[in-house]
C-alpha cells in the first residue's frame, strides 16, 4: 500500500476542533476517518477479497466507514483491496458485495 499523507486542509480541521458548521458538504470527512492513526490492529476480522470474483463495482469502497477500501487496477482491471492499517473489521464491505467477494476471516496473532 501507498503511504497516507494527511492533508494540510484535514490537520487544521482537526487542530481547530471544528464543528459542523466546517464539515464539507454532505458532512462527511472525505478521508480516513482515523487518518494519521492506524487503527486496522482494532479488528477482529479483516475481509479478505477474492480478485476472480471481485468485479471492481466499488459498492465496498462506498460502504465502508472508513475508507479503508482502495480501488486499484489489477492486471488491466479494476479490482477492490483492504487497506489493513484502517479496516476496523465491521463487514459492511462484505455485507453489500453483490458478488459475494469478500469472506471476512478472524484475525491471527
Not at 477482529?44 to 482502495?70: N, Q, R, V
Request: charged share 30%.
Amino acid at each position: 500500500m501507498k503511504e497516507k499523507i494527511i492533508p494540510e486542509e484535514f490537520k487544521e480541521w482537526v487542530s481547530e476542533k471544528w464543528g459542523t458548521a466546517k464539515l464539507p458538504i454532505g458532512g462527511t470527512v472525505p478521508y480516513h476517518s482515523s487518518f494519521g492513526f492506524k487503527t486496522g490492529d482494532w479488528s477482529a476480522l479483516k475481509p479478505i477479497i477474492d480478485h476472480t470474483t471481485c468485479t471492481g463495482c466499488m459498492d465496498c469502497f462506498y460502504y465502508c466507514p472508513d475508507s479503508a477500501i482502495e480501488i486499484v487496477e489489477i492486471e488491466g482491471k479494476r479490482k477492490a483491496v483492504a487497506d489493513f492499517d484502517y479496516c476496523k473489521g465491521c463487514s459492511l464491505c462484505a455485507k453489500h458485495c453483490k458478488f459475494d467477494a469478500i469472506l471476512m476471516k478472524e484475525m491471527k496473532e
